[in-house]
């Protein structure tokens, strides 16, 4: 199997790469569904101004607006589109089941290729690194310059060093990249805050799915 990967920022884990790609990939679509509904979003009454922004934006139609917003979470299917969507930054996640969810992609990852790692290869493109998820049906600035590609045999490793790369340049200004520009500052959380994209690299290292050590070897 080759995983190809275009690498960029995620709404859920923060940093998508070749293991959110895998288990995503190699999932059906009750299994995305399945990963996705642990961190079906919640919306500040505070902050809501009941525009309407999140109804267009939800794929299910489970968005409903009174006063404020609601969610129906019998249809809620976790895509988290809404969040991006909300002008005031009124609908949230919860960061206890963003780490479960993280958590539970990087097992979905690891099952897909459990029997199977001397038979995979992973390509990860460091080109137009956006700040969300390719799967949103819009696009936005990159938040750092191309870098360019890298293979391995080893997913882990392979992140890492993507991760490393993206972090080890200077951001663009004027992306979503509020913070974090300089170099070895986390891009990932300069675009979302209260997510650690590093976290699936930690965890697919603790369950034995790859190593975080790594040797770029420049061709």
């Known amino acids: 199997m080759i995983v190809i990967s275009h690498v960029k920022g995620h709404t859920l884990a923060g940093f998508g790469g070749a293991i959110k790609n895998l288990a995503m990939g190699c999932a059906s679509r009750q299994g995305k569904i399945d990963q996705h509904k642990i961190v079906a979003p919640f919306i500040s009454k505070i902050a809501c101004l009941a525009c309407n922004v999140c109804i267009d ?21 976790g895509c988290n589109d809404c969040v991006g969507e909300c002008p005031k930054n009124a609908i949230k996640l919860n960061k206890i089941k963003s780490d479960e969810f993280i958590e539970g992609l990087v097992e979905y990852a690891y099952g897909a290729i459990e029997n199977k790692k001397d038979k995979t290869l992973y390509i990860n493109f460091l080109t137009n690194i956006a700040p969300d998820c390719d799967c949103n049906p819009f696009s936005d600035r ?15 490793a392979i992140d ?11 951001g663009i200004i004027d992306s979503a990249l509020t913070k974090n520009h300089a170099p070895g500052e986390d891009k990932f959380k300069g675009v979302w805050r209260n997510i650690d994209g590093q976290q699936q690299i930690e965890y697919a290292q603790k369950i034995n799915m790859g190593t975080k050590d790594y040797k770029l070897i420049k061709i």
């Open 57 to 77: 934006a939800c794929p299910e139609n489970a968005i409903t607006v009174d006063s404020i917003a609601h969610i129906d979470y019998e249809k809620c299917i």
């Open 142 to 156: 990159p938040i750092v310059n191309d870098i360019g590609i890298l293979a391995s045999y080893d997913p882990v």
């Open 160 to 170: 890492q060093a993507s991760y490393d790369l993206i972090n080890n340049q200077i």
